[in-house]
């Protein structure tokens, strides 16, 4: 009971801003999606990224460790999604990266928070700086059908985590005004995506359903399958392996259908994908917290 209990007050006030941002829409007032995921995208975020980088107070060694683990896990979960997608005749545009990148900001991090504390966020943190370059980089590349290496350079969260990770790895830390100005914006990174998740499902259609319903399944399975023996083979412990697990299992994220229409893949499809994988997770995350914490 202690257990359930515990994974209830982790989850609910994540799936709570969820909901406030659903109930927004669904009552009719206005919520400019494109602005706030922007704004979130490009300067809330980024500002989280780096200044939770900047500093962080994790020792070298668990640094390396959790940033090898989720380089070699969402190089594992690439292969077997290639595989798929090619095995099921699928559009590689399409179907590829939704597949292989989960919400890891959004959902991640604040169950990360809520779960395992600061130190937990700083872990959650490294692992989506590693899929925010991964998805910003190979994952825009592959949603553009390789024509837009331009666009993965003007990205700012790329920017924000490699400068974060010189700072921490030099040791460098910025004025103490102006990291306290990027501490503020950065803090409104976590309820922004909570929100605008909401906002998002509200929106989105499902499309095909019965074959999106099987994606979702086989995503989670999959990502959760694959990160836990890496995360035990790369000898994580305790807080660093329960958020690997929690962060690499997240469901599709909203930043996949907003990629897929801007360009030009199966937007619908991908929209599917968001909203059912994000009703699935409602049982898979509780699920995995109840294993880890």
Same mark, same amino acid.
């Given at each position: ?7 209830a007050?982790i ?6 801003? &969820? ?5 927004w829409v669904?009552?009719g ?6 602005f ?19 500093q ?6 668990s ?14 979960i ?12 699928l559009?590689?545009?399409t ?6 990148? =989960? ?8 169950? !990360?928070?809520?779960?395992?504390g ?26 553009? =059908? ?6 993965v ?9 490699i400068?974060?990770g010189?700072?921490?790895?030099q ?14 914006? =950065?803090?409104?990174?976590i ?5 605008t ?21 086989l ?5 959760? !399958?694959?990160a836990?023996?890496?995360?035990l ?7 660093a392996? =329960?958020?690997l ?8 994220a909203v930043? @996949? ?5 801007k ?7 991908? &929209?599917?994908?968001?909203?059912? @994988? ?8 509780p ?7």
């Amino acid at each position: 009971m202690n257990v359930v209990l515990t994974v209830a007050e982790i989850v609910a006030p994540v799936f709570l801003l &969820a909901a406030v941002g659903f109930t927004w829409v669904k009552l009719g007032y206005e919520y400019r999606l494109r602005f706030v995921t922007q704004l979130g995208m490009t300067l809330a975020v980024p500002c989280l990224l780096f200044t939770a980088l900047m500093q962080s107070e994790m020792d070298p060694d668990s640094l390396s460790a959790v940033s090898l683990a989720a380089v070699a896990a969402y190089g594992a979960i690439t292969l077997v999604f290639w595989l798929l997608v090619k095995v099921m005749g699928l559009d590689r545009r399409t179907f590829l990266a939704p597949l292989i990148f =989960g919400n890891t900001g959004n959902l991640g991090f604040p169950l !990360a928070l809520f779960a395992f504390g600061d130190l937990g966020l700083e872990y959650a943190v490294v692992i989506f700086a590693v899929m925010a370059v991964y998805s910003f980089t190979f994952g825009v590349w592959l949603v553009s =059908g390789g024509s837009s290496l331009i666009a993965v350079v003007k990205e700012p969260m790329v920017g924000a985590t490699i400068l974060g990770g010189i700072f921490l790895w030099q040791g460098w830390e910025t004025p103490r005004f102006l990291t306290n100005a990027l501490s503020l914006i =950065g803090q409104m990174a976590i309820p922004l995506m909570l929100i605008t998740l909401g906002v998002a499902l509200a929106r989105l259609k499902p499309a095909r359903l019965g074959l999106t319903v099987w994606l979702s399944i086989l995503k989670a399975a999959i990502c959760v !399958a694959i990160a836990w023996p890496i995360g035990l083979w790369m000898g994580l412990e305790g807080v660093a392996f =329960g958020v690997l697990v929690l962060q690499v299992g997240t469901p599709v994220a909203v930043t @996949s259908y907003m990629l897929a229409e801007k360009y030009g893949a199966d937007s619908d499809a991908v &929209a599917g994908l968001v909203v059912v @994988s994000t009703l699935l997770s409602v049982g898979v995350l509780p699920l995995i917290l109840a294993f880890v914490i």
